[in-house]
């Protein structure tokens, strides 16, 4: 009976969270889009500001305004006070969270931008108060309750501000037309990280030289090869460098019979084997081998085999 209970004030919660944030719809309208430009336009830092739980919300969005295109970073209001007000220069913007709009601890952050035209943005439930009155744009909270039992703690308000936060890193990230190629730049850490690496991300981090045979190489040759190479394949080239077949160890096992050691490479490579770029997203090449249940493939740049990857490093570094 009371995990009954339990589920169903935890589900209460939620529907009531869920509801706060849509009552912030209909609110954005111009003041939304002149805060975009704001940020846009700036030729500085966006620092955010806020005190207590909205200051915790405010060290997320300015993390994800800094991981997304636009420079930013948090400024605890308390410390502004006694000397990072320094931090504030001439082109950058504030974006101050409160949700009464009137947390004493901001008043000298406010104060500051304005004797020294910085622009501020104010996320706040109530447009009059000292933060909506020293706002250059107000970005307004629904008023509406919060669910803790007291109706106290920040909970739906700092859900909203969560939300409206993100609204606007994603807005400003579309105008900035930041890729995914610019997201793996700032994000070269963590599983995400890995999966946005390219193959020359990959390949600076693992130099080596690819394990190359020639067709008329025997078959000792071969084996010395691929097992130096560490990786369980060779690479077979022309006179120019240029790859044009690609042997394996499961290769050499099928190949197995009376006459091996009298063979050559051309007598067991596999012509037209899958070749990577250099420019393919680590995500991609995880993709191509396990949708063709390929163990290793080289990295190749204009036709000469300059890398080789190995599903076994894959697998042990965490990129699969």
Not at 73 to 78: A, E, S
Not at 202 to 220: A, F, G, I, Y
Not at 294 to 305: E, L, M, Q, T
Request: aromatic share 4%.
């Amino acid at each position: 009976m009371q995990n009954d209970c339990r589920v169903r004030r935890g589900k209460d919660v939620l529907q009531a969270e869920a509801s706060a944030i849509e009552q912030i719809i209909p609110l954005l309208g111009e003041e939304f889009s002149t805060a975009v430009d704001l940020i846009l336009n700036s030729g500085n830092y966006l620092v955010v500001v806020g005190v207590g739980k909205s200051g915790l919300i405010g060290q997320k969005i300015a993390a994800s305004f800094a991981s997304t295109g636009t420079p930013s970073f948090f400024m605890h209001p308390t410390e502004a006070s006694h000397g990072d007000l320094g931090m504030l220069a001439r082109g950058c913007v504030v974006l101050a969270i409160s949700n009464s709009g009137e947390s004493r601890e901001m008043r000298d952050v406010l104060s500051y931008a304005r004797r020294n035209e910085i622009p501020v943005i104010g996320i706040t439930r109530n447009v009059s108060s000292t933060l909506g009155r020293f706002s250059e744009v107000v970005l307004r909270l629904p008023n509406v309750p919060e669910v803790c039992i007291n109706g106290m703690a920040p909970t739906t308000s700092t859900t909203n501000t969560l939300a409206l936060g993100d609204a606007l890193v994603v807005a400003t990230m579309a105008e900035r037309n930041f890729s995914r190629e610019d997201f793996a730049h700032r994000h070269p850490g963590g599983k995400l990280g890995l999966q946005l690496q390219t193959l020359t991300d990959w390949m600076s981090l693992h130099p080596h030289e690819p394990p190359l045979v020639r067709e008329t190489d025997d078959m000792q040759s071969l084996v010395m090869t691929i097992s130096d190479g560490q990786n369980g394949c060779a690479a077979v080239v022309d006179e120019d460098g240029r790859m044009i077949g690609m042997i394996t160890d499961g290769d050499l096992r099928r190949a197995m019979d009376e006459s091996f050691m009298s063979k050559t490479v051309a007598d067991v490579m596999v012509e037209s084997p899958y070749m990577l770029n250099e420019t393919m997203l680590m995500s991609e090449v995880v993709k191509l081998f396990t949708e063709n249940r390929i163990s290793n493939a080289f990295i190749v740049r204009d036709g000469k085999p300059v890398g080789v990857v190995h599903i076994k490093s894959l697998l042990l570094e965490g990129y699969v």
